[in-house]
């Protein structure tokens, strides 16, 4: 049974530093692990899909890695902006299946 | 090309009473799953539908119940509210693997 952790639940760093948040996933025969970004209040913003065959996916400023044998997926920010504040997810597939498994989220706020 | 949207925005309902909230996919996306997000938590899967026959079914009792019809677009409904049932509700469409959500619907419960 898959579950997926994403530690820290929230995350407060200054304007302009690079920054790093977890996502962990029991279940190492993954077919795919999306990022998401959610604004107080609202709906899913799909960031990066990485599919099970790559290791990592970038998109402007992001850059979403996966390592299976650990375990484990990163999203990397670079240049954090206020803009970038929100609460960012990550989910799972459970088979292959549409059932998302999610972390928890982990809340970012970026300070002027 | 319009997204995933969810009617409606908000909704307050009662105790006991029961509540219908639609999702209209993304034109082309065949699948339609249903998802139950309450305060600072991860969303929870609750159905999913493709080609208008059910894929998928949460840990959710026969309270919520959901239907896809030939158009796509699909329907959440929950009898017999409970408090507990305050949440945001999030419809997403998928063509393959990557799943896109709506914007939500708040549903409170008094």
């Known amino acids: 049974k898959q579950e997926v952790t994403q530690i820290p639940a929230a995350l407060s760093v200054p304007e302009g530093e690079n920054l790093v948040l977890n996502c962990s996933f029991t279940?190492?025969?993954?077919?795919?692990l999306q990022w998401f970004r959610q604004d107080p209040g609202k709906g899913l913003t799909s960031l990066l899909l990485i599919q099970s065959s790559q290791r990592e996916q970038t998109s402007g400023r992001l850059n979403a890695s996966l390592d299976k044998s650990s375990g484990r997926s990163t999203l990397y920010i670079a240049a954090s902006q206020p803009g970038d504040s929100a609460t960012y997810l990550c989910?799972?597939?459970?088979?292959?299946?549409?059932?998302?498994?999610f972390g928890q989220g982990t809340e970012l706020s970026v300070k002027p | 090309d319009a997204g995933v949207t969810q009617s409606p925005t908000h909704l307050i309902k009662t105790r006991g009473q029961q509540v219908t909230l639609r999702c209209s996919p993304i034109s082309g996306h065949k699948s339609v799953s249903w998802y139950q997000q309450v305060l600072g938590q991860g969303p929870q899967f609750i159905f999913q539908?493709?080609?208008?026959?059910?894929?998928g079914r949460g840990n959710f009792p026969d309270r919520f119940s959901a239907r896809q019809f030939p158009n796509y677009s699909s329907e959440l409904n929950v009898n017999a509210l409970l408090l507990g049932d305050s949440a945001l509700y999030l419809c997403?469409?998928?063509?393959?693997?990557?799943?896109?959500f709506g914007p939500g619907t708040r549903l409170t419960v008094t």
């Open positions: 989910a799972s597939p459970a088979g292959q299946g549409g059932k998302l498994i």
């Open positions: 539908y493709y080609e208008k026959e059910e894929r």
């Open positions: 279940d190492s025969a993954i077919y795919n």
């Open positions: 997403a469409s998928s063509l393959s693997y990557e799943q896109y």
